[in-house]
Each structure stands twice: as structure tokens, then as C-alpha cells.
């Protein structure tokens, strides 16, 4: 055996004793016999090779949904859970801190994003949007010749692989890079045996993995297998053909890419490899495909069960929907078991697009009734749920959630189509094209696709404002910018930027710590910063009292390095010895304050950011001043904010008690985050609301409030804390010890006591109140659901609470107020009428935007909505009345003809609308327009209406040439239009609209006009602008 492999080998053969061989099967072996390796034993060969015979750390896997990483809707690889590990941002303190081997299978979704194999799905037989990736981690322990040796020796020996099936490939280097060929890896794979012929060098693309812009990155080497066999394929490997895949992939991080994009040796090296488990499966359970493994059979079995037609293996587009429905259906069990539910953004609205897609193929091309999507989950339970039990716990709501979703979406179709029906009827009196708001709630409220409404438009002859409907997509997308900045939409934007995006338009982007910084913190020996005095406050004579702090500067980060100094006006990151600000954690805002040099008391550094990296606290600073390392300084923290964050955080924990018990144990956090002025808390729910239901969670929290319990905080063993019955904790990597947080009950006794209490206890690191009376009060001011199955409150606590139930009762009478006068006076007058209506409308806008109790706003937005009806039929009443009147004085005033032109007095287009069409009821076989000059605008209000046999002039063109010739617009459909434009001599205008209208009429081109099929001799049609 040559040198280099000769310790490492050794220690393998070791530790591993015979191996447990797994002869792969042929693929021409077909057979509807069970197959004799089954993908669970897979699974735990690969497990129990690396825990028990090499000596590496079980993890579980981690949820789906990315733990605080803005980067990702979807955990889609294994190493996204240990990225604290490799980016040296893990918490000192943490189990994962000490993990230095590692293995595990994780559940990954590639849907959305970078990695998108969505698409793909169904049209192939080995792309999946979830899948199962098998790895092993080294993180500073072994590097290449260790984890090089162990994957063949697991492939080869245990799983019987045979090594003339394999290929590898090794990264060839890359001069513009200034890297070097991996020859160290190549050569470790010649000393293992693969033959030189079947060692292939790949650039950058294939062969160099990195994990963003910047970050750890090194070379990869990928083992490849061929299904075919007994030929030299060494042309196909990454060729992307089906029958030569690549199975393993080993990633050898080395290198940090800095900012400027140049390569730093890392200090501490680390191994990460991904072996995808529905692949391997397929290669030893001799398959030609992944859908004919024990993965996917019991599935495409179940599908064909529920559907009734011919079974998987016909090679038509029923195999494509197979494949769509047991894939998709795989990935919405494992994300809605993870608290990703279908929506309207980001990974929601991905999961969305995947359930629909299932429900198409599972409607249209296997025609299986309602409901197959969601009966298919406890086979999914059955086939992954032994190692991912949340399968078997979260299969009913996992199930009401699919279904829910479908019945919504084939509801939606018919529901499209009926409001567009209805929409168009309502045209024939009121509008010119199909209104962009209609075509834009298809899209957003109902899932329509835009060119799904254009095309059944089209079937009727119709076009919808494009102007308009591009004009709100353009607002929509401001909005969600803004609330993206805002950390409305996403809880990692929340993490990430806080209240400094909110509060501080115009603050600096935080600076990120990397790798290599935090490295060189820790080879020049710089403590971790100790943080223990945020939490030494203390109450004295019912006020808080904050300890001061003095504390040294240990560094000044640039943004790019450690430096001694820094000048005035310089962003820069300052760690400290000591302090006590509370950094961003945990849900809860950072602190604020400003810090000032020993020797220069009258020059303040304000703290615009507080966060923590790798154990360290960073306080962000712009430089008031020069600073440098040794520096001492006095730390001032805003102690009101603070306070108000405490009253906050507590009252957080008080809500999520409180909806547990008015809704039921089985509501679960799904995410928070609270600063100064509010709290938010997002948790699983099946509906909204009711009034009642908010009523009883402000009373459950505030009746805690009032009886001013106290608040207790003890830090205990993970281990030991994870055994308190009634214990809340969320999806995070918490510290050991935990600080444990309880209200009215002392820790210790919850230690002791094995019954649940029923009192509110969470693992939480952030900073409470002693006691709860500093709340003073809590009122949510909005309650919505996010997704179906997710909802979320906001709430308000204290001078806010107080002020917000003050706003509701001031509401609530100018509601009751504005409802006397509408009961006592019927009004007869159209302009004591259309007042009333827009004082309920700004009323109406008052109540959607004013914090009050979202149980009240609710209560009075229904009555708002009657009011508003109310005020609208009686606006409509008077209209037609005052048309009537019109219009009569019109026919007056005119003999029967063929054409109608005259002026009314209205100030309303509604109303001259109206008269039109009494007038058209009135004499059908008549051309009519009115024109009415508008007092109080100086405009002239057009309004016409055609027989709907009229071949020569149609509503629209009529329309579009007189509003054009009074400088102005207007449109409609072949029978009706309106329009609006200027002058001062309306009778002028009537009498240039009344011979337009004969030229036409009388088959005479008009003066200086262009007449075209399109416009003003339309024939029927709509004028297409």
C-alpha cells in the first residue's frame, strides 16, 4: 500500500470489519418481486457506516424551511444547517459548536431559486423537487484522503458497487483563477485503485464548488456511475446523459473567496458530500428509473388504485402524471409537515405552483375524483416516516391542507368564470374595456395566470385595460418591495434588518463578518465578547434599573479586515470585551445607545446595529471620531427602548400561551419577532378568528398582566430543560446550557414537577420583564392569515394598547353617528346623497387604517359595508330619478330619429349615462349622445349608446373622436361608450358630435378624419387602441 493512503486505510479497515455486501442487480433483471435491498436499509447502511465505523456524529435533519438564511426558500442542501459551522458564525455555546464529524440525511427541495428542477418533474425519470441527501461532514478533523477512502470503500465494498461501473472526476484547475489541478486528488484515487483512464479532469463549473459571492469554496470530486456497463464511457460523464449519473459528490472547502473576489486559504479545512438517496437506490436495486424503486412503487401503485387507469410503465403521458403526482405529492407531505404551506410569496407561493400542478395532471390526465392528492399522504407517511416521524405526526393536517388548497383551486376556475361573466354583462351600461382591477383580482385572489385571463376574454370578444392592469402590477411589486424591506413578508428579512430599515431609511447596510476575519479573531487569541450584563437589571422602587458599563475595544473590523484604527466618518465593526447591549436574536429588535471613548465624553459613536458572530458582539458604528483598539469606552444603552423591547418580548410569550389555550394545544409557533412599538407572532391555525376568539386572547393575556406575575429565568442543561412538560421551543440551534423562561412558576419547580402546569415556559435568550404588570395592557391590532393554515397577529402593549382602544371607541361613535343620520334622513337631494357615501367611504378608510382592536375593526367594517350598500343604492336611486327627469325633457324636446344629440345639465357622468340609456329604451332604433358641462371641473361629460345592429358607427368610435376633438379621452364597446374632455361651448360641441355622427350615418367620409375598420367604422367592433 503507497504512503499517503496507508494510515487512513488502515484505520479504515479497523473500523469496519467484513462488510455487509450489497450486489447491486441488473437492470434487465425485471421483476414484480419485492426488492431485495430496500431504500430504508439503504439509508441506514450509509448512516450506520459513517456513525459506527468511522466514528461520526448523528445529526437529525433539519425542517425544510431554512433557519434564518435569506438566501434560500428551501433547504436544498445538506450543508445548509451547519453553514454557522463553516462561516465560524456558530454560537461558542451551541451543541453544533462541537460537531467535527458528522453524518446525516437530509430532506432537500429544489424547487424555486437556483437549484429549480421543477420544471423538469415528470418529463424524465430521476429529476424530483424533494429529495434525500446522504452526506458525511468533516469540520477541521479529515480532509481528502480520509473521505476519499471511506466513499469507495462504502460504494465498493458494503454496497457491492462494482468499480467498473464508476467514474471520478477531480477539478483540472484553472489559470485565470491562479489555481492549480487537485493532483492531490487525483492521486489518492490512483492509490485506491481507479484506474487513470477513468479519472477525468473538469474546469470551474463542474469541479469547484462555492457557496455564494463570497464564502468557503474549494474543489469537488465527483463519483459517477454508469447503469449500461461493460463499455468506456468516459466521453458521457457530465454530458447530462440519463444513463450516466453522478451519484456522490465530495466538496474539499479550502478556500475562502473574499469581497474582491480573491482566494484565502481557510485555516481550519472542512469536507462536505452529498450522495442523493433516490439515485443510489436505483443503482442497487438494478432499476431503470427512480420512479420503479421501493421510494416511489408504493405511490404510483396508490395512484393507480384512486384513478383507474392503466398502470405506470406505458411509456405515454399518463407515466409523465404519475411521476408529477408521486413527486409532488412527496414534497408537499415534507414541506406542510415543516410549516411551509402554499401561498402567495416566496417559498409559499413555489409550494402553491407545485400543489396546482399536481391537481392538473391528477384532473386532467388521470381523471382521479377530488381528494386523491391528499389520500396519498399516508403512503408517503408509510414510505419516509420512520425516519422522519413528523410524516406520521402532521399526516391529518397535512392532509386538510391539500385538500383545502384543491378545493380552492377548481373552485377558483368556475369562479373566474362566472366573475368574468358577470363583468361583462355589466359593461353593456358601464364600461369601455374589461376593468384591470377584475383581470388583476383573477390573478392575485384566484391564481389565474394573466394570459389564462386574456385568452378567455378573447373567446368573448374582449380586451382587457392594459394600461391600467400594467399600472397596478407596477404598484403591486412596489408594495412587496417595500414590505420585503420593511420584514413584513419574510421572518430571515426580519433577522436580518430589524428595525433599521423601518425606522432608518437611510441606514448603511449591516457589515457581515466572514469566515477568515472571524478565524483571524481567534488565531490572534480575542475573547469571546462577554454578554452577561445585558441581563443584570434589576428593579428598584418599581423602576428598572440598567448596569453601567466600561469596557475595552479587543477590535475594529472595516468590512473587509481587522484594522487598529479607523477615522471619522468610517463605517466601521467594533468588538468589545464586555458589553451590555443586546445584540439581534431571537426574534428580538438589537438594542440602541451609542457608546463614547474615555477620554472623549462629549463625542458620542451612536450604535446604528448590534449583532453577533461567532460568539463575538459587534456594535456598528459610523466613527465619531478616531478610534483604535485598547481604546477604553463607556457603553449608554437607550434604556427606553429597551424597556419597551422587554415589555414586548414578555408579552409575546404571554400571546403565544393564550392562543394555545383559546384555540387548542395543537397551535404552533411558526415565527415572531417584536421591537419597540409592536409584537408579531405567526402560528399554525385552521381559519381565521372570529371576534370572539380575539376577545378571549387579549382577556387571557391581559388578566395575567393585571395579577402582575412574576417572570423567572434560570439557565439549565439543553437536555434537562427539553424534559419540562408544557415546554415551547421553535426551530432553532439553541445553546447548552438554555436559559428557560417562565411565568408565575419558578423554574426549578418545573425541573421537578413532571405534570404540565399549564403556565408559559420557552427556551428563550431574550431579555423579559421581572414582572408582568409593566405590560399594562395588550390589544392585537391585525389578525390575517398568511396561508392557509398559517395565520398571524400583531399586537400593541402598554400607552399604545391604550391609545389604540381609544381610537376603536372614538370609531365606533362617528360609525353609530353616521348611522343616525342615514336612518332619520332620506335624503332627495343627489349631493347631500353622494356626501353621505364618501363620508362612509373615508370612514371606511379610517377604520382599515387606524390601530384599534382588530375584534372591533372587524365589527365595525361590517357595518361600514351595510352603510355603504345603504348609501349606494340611495346615490343610484336619485341618478335614475334625476335621469328620468333628464331624459324626458330630452324626448321632449326631440322628434323620433335616427340620431339623438343633445346637452343636459348633470354633474355626474353616471347620471348622463343613465339618460342615455333611457333614452336607448326609449327610442332603441336611435343613435344617442349627450354632452353635460360639469360645474365644478370645467369638464364636458360624453356619453353615447347605438343599436347593437348598427353597421356603420359604432359607440366607441363615436366616442373616441368627439372626446379626441374636445381634447380629451374616451372608449367603450361597439354599443356603449363614455368619455370626458374640454370646452367652452358645449352647444359647439353638440352640434360637431350630431354631424359627425350623419356623415358616418349618411356613408360620407368625415372632414378630417381617418376612418378605418378599427375605429370609426368599426361595424360592430370594439375601437382597439
Known sequence: MPGLLHRSLSATRRLTGPPVRFWVRSTSARSACPPEVGAARVRQTFLDFFQHQHEHRLVPSSPVRPRGDPSLLFVNAGMNQFKPLLLGTVDPRSDMASYRRVVNSQKCVRAGGKHNDLED????????????????????????????????????????IPADRLYVSYFAGDPRSGLAADEETRQIWLELGVPAARLLPFGLKENFWEMGDTGPCGPCTEIHYDHVGGRDAALLVNTHCPDLVEVWNLVFMQYNREAELQLRALPHQSVDTGMGLERLVRILQGKKSNYETDLFVPLLDAIQQRSGVEAYGGGTQVDVAYRVVADHVRTLAVCIADGVHPGMSGAELVLRKILRRAVRFCVEVLRAPPGTLASLVPTVAHTLGQVYPELHREADRVMDVINQNEDHFLSSLQQGSNLIGRTLRMMQDTHQLFPAAVAWSLHRDLGFPLDLVDLMLEERGVLVDRK?????????????????????????????????????????????????????LQRLGVAHTDQRLKYQYRLEQKRYVFPACRASVVALYDGQRLVSHVEEGQLCGVILDRTSFYAEQGGQAADRGYLVRDDLQEVPFSVEAVFRAGGYVVHQVTAAHTLQTGDGVHLHLDQAHRLACMVNHTATHLLNLALRKVLGPSVQQRGSHLSADRLRLDFSFKGSLSRGQLQQVEDCVNQVVLANQPVYVQEVALQSARSIAGLRTVDEVYPDPVRVVSVSVPVSELLEDPTDRRTSVELCCGTHLLHTAAIQDLVIVSEKQLVRGISRVVAVTGRDATQAREAGQSLLQDVESLSARMTSSASSCLDSAQSLAKEVGLLSDAVDNTPLPHWLRAELQARLKTLQRSSNTAVRKIQTKEAAVQAQSVLDKNEDKDLLVDSVEAESLSVVMKTVNQLSWARPQSHVMLLAHQRHSGKVLCACQVPKDSAALSASAWAVAVCRQLGGEGGGTAVVARGTGSSADITQAVRWAEQFARRILDGRRPQGQEVTSGSLMAGGRRDRK
Do not use: I
Not at 413584513?488 to 447596510?509: F, K, Y
Open 468 to 520: 391600467q392592469l400594467d399600472l397596478l402590477m407596477a404598484q403591486n411589486q412596489k408594495v412587496l418591495t417595500l414590505l420585503l424591506w420593511r420584514g413584513v413578508l419574510l421572518d430571515h428579512v426580519l433577522h436580518v434588518w430589524c428595525q433599521a430599515a423601518a425606522e432608518h431609511g437611510d441606514a448603511p447596510p449591516r457589515l457581515a463578518m466572514g469566515v477568515a476575519t472571524l478565524a483571524e
Open 121 to 160: 418533474v415528470g418529463k424524465d425519470v430521476y429529476h424530483h423537487t424533494f429529495f434525500e441527501m446522504l452526506g458525511n461532514w468533516s469540520f477541521g478533523d479529515y480532509f481528502k484522503e480520509e473521505a476519499c477512502a471511506m466513499a469507495w470503500s462504502l460504494l465498493t465494498q458494503h454496497y457491492g
